[in-house]
């Protein structure tokens, strides 16, 4: 079993950044491939970015044109989205997610097993 635990939500302007972080535990967690998502008011989840479990992978390549970093910490067993230059169309809960073990990155909800409860990101003009 693994447990997902994201942290570092809140009320942000536009322009402004944050860096949410997904503390993960359970068996094999730097075998997963981690992901973050995303949910707006009225709107379906949406993939946000995804990294290999040895964190050497990330997709999209590009992050969000530069907006949105993924990364990992494997010897804290964190994830992390680092956003900058918020928007208010970012506004959204914001959800992390990993695979079974040794499984590759995903961009759809379906390449996930295990998701955290999610985090607030709300985004001032």
């Known amino acids: 079993q693994v447990q997902l635990v994201e942290s570092g939500g809140g009320l942000v302007q536009a322009g402004g950044s944050l860096r949410l972080s997904c503390a993960a535990s359970?068996?094999?967690?730097?075998?997963?491939?981690m992901g973050w998502f995303r949910q707006a008011p009225g709107k379906e989840r949406e993939f946000v970015a995804a990294?290999?479990?040895?964190?050497?992978?990330?997709y999209p390549i590009d992050s969000k044109k530069g907006r949105f970093t993924i990364s990992r910490d494997n010897a804290k067993n964190t994830g992390y989205l680092e956003m900058n230059n918020f928007k208010p169309e970012d506004t959204a809960v914001y959800y992390c997610?990993?695979?079974?073990?040794?499984?590759?990155?995903?961009?759809?909800?379906?390449?996930?097993?295990?998701w955290g409860q999610g985090t607030q990101v709300t985004v001032s003009s």
């Open positions: 997610a990993a695979t079974k073990p040794f499984s590759t990155i995903s961009e759809t909800m379906g390449g996930y097993d295990y």
């Open positions: 990294i290999s479990g040895r964190g050497d992978s990330t």
């Open positions: 359970g068996r094999l967690i730097n075998t997963r491939a």
